[in-house]
């Protein structure tokens, strides 16, 4: 239970950061992605470094929950962090939360539920090898790789997406070399400091953060959060599985998990329909592009930051 309301709260703090540093990113020049002057220019934007501050947050309630829980536990609750980041943008945009998106939150939570009585996932007890590892890293740079290219030869909602599919591949591996690190903290503050996977971990967090900036600054966030949200909890689950031993039921349970992931999805996919927040993408789209037509375009005031 500890790891359940610290992963909860840790879903939280994500969503804090998400709103914060969407609000942020959305108005950024168009012409600063992928360049280093785009968290130049973020650094320099209070929202955005609120944003941070709740991630470091989510970072260390994260790991705290690691502590006492395996991947298969703690990551599918991390995608609680979809409903809480719709639910805080209404309310920082004004928004008023319409019955459909009631109902696309109680079938997410449903799912997530569901999935997690079915599937009763257990810790694993044994630490991966070197050549784990080595695929591990492997596959998971290949993945992020096709992902990113993507990215670049698209546009608009599909950049946003596959950026967000990217980001949550890459948080989830950074979960992987977390769930490593914290099994160095009994031997104290210099042989944490010495561990290859702390390092590691700061490295994978920090690429995952970049990709995340441009998935925010490429697309709105009803288009990113769904991608970002599930992506990591699967991918975190079939790493904790594969690498570390953790133990999930199958034979007729796959269907009631199926089922959870199926609810999961669908209430993710309602979410992103959220009329009235496609709406304040749109608007702050019609601001970053000002000639554009309709309403917000070319002799209309830009939407505040």
């Given at each position: 239970?500890?790891a359940?309301?610290?992963?909860?709260?840790?879903?939280?703090?994500?969503?804090?950061?998400?709103?914060?540093?969407?609000?942020?990113?959305?108005?950024?020049?168009?012409?600063?992605?992928?360049?280093?002057g785009?968290?130049?220019?973020?650094?320099?934007?209070?929202?955005?470094?609120?944003?941070?501050?709740?991630?470091?947050m989510?970072?260390?309630?994260?790991?705290?929950?690691l502590?006492?829980?395996?991947?298969?536990?703690?990551?599918?609750?991390?995608?609680?962090?979809?409903?809480?980041?719709?639910?805080?943008?209404g309310?920082m945009?004004?928004?008023?939360v319409?019955?459909?998106?009631?109902?696309?939150?109680g079938?997410?939570?449903?799912?997530?539920?569901?999935?997690?009585?079915?599937?009763?996932?257990?810790?694993?007890?044994?630490?991966?090898?070197?050549?784990?590892?080595?695929?591990?890293?492997?596959?998971?740079?290949?993945?992020?790789?096709?992902?990113?290219a993507?990215?670049?030869?698209?546009?608009?909602?599909?950049?946003?997406?596959?950026?967000?599919?990217?980001?949550g591949?890459?948080?989830?591996?950074?979960?992987?070399?977390?769930?490593?690190?914290?099994?160095?903290?009994?031997?104290?503050?210099?042989t944490?400091?010495?561990s290859?996977?702390?390092?590691?971990?700061v490295?994978?967090?920090?690429?995952?953060?970049?990709?995340?900036?441009?998935?925010?600054?490429?697309?709105?966030?009803?288009a990113?959060q769904?991608?970002?949200?599930?992506?990591?909890?699967?991918?975190?689950?079939?790493y904790?599985?594969?690498?570390?031993?953790?133990e999930?039921?199958?034979?007729?349970?796959?269907?009631?998990?199926l089922?959870?992931?199926?609810?999961?999805?669908y209430g993710?996919?309602?979410?992103?329909?959220?009329?009235?927040l496609?709406?304040?993408?749109?608007?702050?789209?019609?601001?970053?592009?000002?000639?554009?037509?309709?309403p917000?375009?070319?002799?209309?005031?830009?939407?505040?930051?």
């Open positions: 239970m500890i359940v309301v610290l992963a909860v709260l840790a879903a939280a703090a994500n969503a804090v950061a998400s709103v914060l540093q969407r609000r942020a990113a959305r108005s950024a020049p168009a012409d600063e992605a992928f360049r280093p785009l968290m130049w220019d973020l650094v320099r934007r209070p929202a955005w470094l609120g944003g941070i501050a709740a991630l470091i989510g970072f260390l309630l994260q790991a705290a929950a502590t006492s829980g395996g991947l298969a536990l703690v990551q599918p609750l991390l995608v609680a962090e979809l409903p809480f980041t719709m639910l805080m943008a309310r945009f004004r928004i008023r319409d019955p459909k998106t009631w109902l696309a939150v079938a997410l939570t449903a799912g997530l539920a569901g999935f997690l009585a079915a599937a009763s996932p257990a810790p694993g007890h044994r630490l991966p090898g070197l050549l784990t590892w080595v695929i591990s890293a492997g596959v998971t740079a290949g993945l992020l790789a096709c992902c990113v993507a990215a670049v030869a698209s546009g608009g909602y599909a950049r946003a997406v596959l950026l967000g599919v990217a980001a591949l890459g948080f989830a591996y950074t979960a992987v070399l977390m769930k490593r690190t914290v099994e160095e903290l009994p031997g104290g503050a210099r944490l400091a010495g290859w996977s702390l390092w590691a971990m490295a994978a967090g920090l690429c995952s953060l970049f990709l995340l900036q441009n998935a925010l600054h490429s697309g709105p966030l009803v990113v769904p991608a970002l949200t599930v992506t990591d909890p699967v991918a975190s689950t079939a904790g599985v594969a690498m570390f031993g953790e999930i039921r199958t034979g007729p349970w796959v269907l009631p998990e089922t959870g992931m199926a609810l999961i999805l993710s996919v309602l979410l992103s329909r959220y009329a009235p496609r709406e304040q993408a749109r608007m702050a789209g019609a601001w970053r592009n000002p000639r554009a037509g309709g917000g375009g070319e002799g209309t005031r830009p939407a505040p930051r």
